[in-house]
């Protein structure tokens, strides 16, 4: 099956930093997400990025189907960033339809 | 618009015990897909259910099942609880099943002891 794979795995950052998180896929996709998971355990969808480039604020994505890469950018980070950054992949398949990456953990520290 | 809705939130079980977790999506969202979340294995695709049908399945045991009624709703069933089902269930809803964007809900905490 497709291979997600998510860098870096951790990540400290000073508020007011930036950022860029990295999703890498073995196989082509029919789509991609970015969630954020807070420290409570509610995941948050940030974008529908299947190509392009895309922002919302401090955040940005651009995904390169063809080269089966995805980034996630944050700009002017804020404490409240902090928590889990997961992308998540629509295969093509019925089987395992939606197979999500490790994550990165982000800590914003003041 | 209210957003996805689990219940319960918490839920302690012992071995062998079945359990039964509901997930009420956003209005107007037909499509509802499952997730397991454990520290050791991530977030796995349980199932996603569309027009009360099963659409497609992730690679779990036949002990985990669901179903979705006409309003949408949908049931997730764990048989025979073993203590690696201890895990964060989460549930998300989309339009359909393109699953343009996927909503998700706080989660259900079960605990198997």
């Known amino acids: 099956g497709i291979q997600v794979e998510q860098s870096p795995p951790d990540l400290i950052l000073q508020e007011g930093a930036n950022s860029t998180l990295r999703c890498n896929f073995s196989d082509s996709v029919n789509n991609l997400q970015w969630f954020h998971q807070n420290p409570w355990g509610q995941l948050i969808n940030l974008f529908y990025?299947?190509?392009g480039t895309k922002q919302n604020g401090r955040l940005s994505a651009t995904t390169v189907a063809t080269e089966r890469y995805s980034l996630l950018y944050i700009s002017s980070s804020q404490t409240t960033d902090s928590g889990v950054y997961f992308c998540a992949v629509e295969t093509k398949t019925s089987y395992d339809k939606v197979i999500f990456g490790p994550g990165t953990s982000l800590s914003v520290i003041p | 618009k209210a957003g996805v809705t689990q219940t319960p939130r918490y839920l302690i079980k012992t071995r062998g015990q079945q359990v039964t977790l509901s997930c009420s999506p956003i209005s107007g969202h037909r499509s509802v897909s499952w997730y397991q979340q454990t520290p050791g294995q991530g977030l796995q695709f349980l199932f996603e259910?569309?027009?009360?049908?099963?659409?497609n399945k992730g690679n779990f045991p036949g002990r985990f099942s669901g179903r979705q009624f006409s309003n949408s709703r949908s049931e997730m069933n764990v048989s025979t609880l073993e203590l690696g089902d201890s895990a964060l269930y989460l549930c998300?809803?989309?339009?359909?099943?393109?699953?343009?964007?996927?909503?998700f809900g706080p989660g259900t905490r079960l605990l198997v002891l």
């Open positions: 990025i299947p190509s």
């Open positions: 259910y569309f027009s009360e049908t099963q659409r």
């Open positions: 998300a809803s989309s339009l359909d099943l393109v699953q343009e964007t996927q909503y």
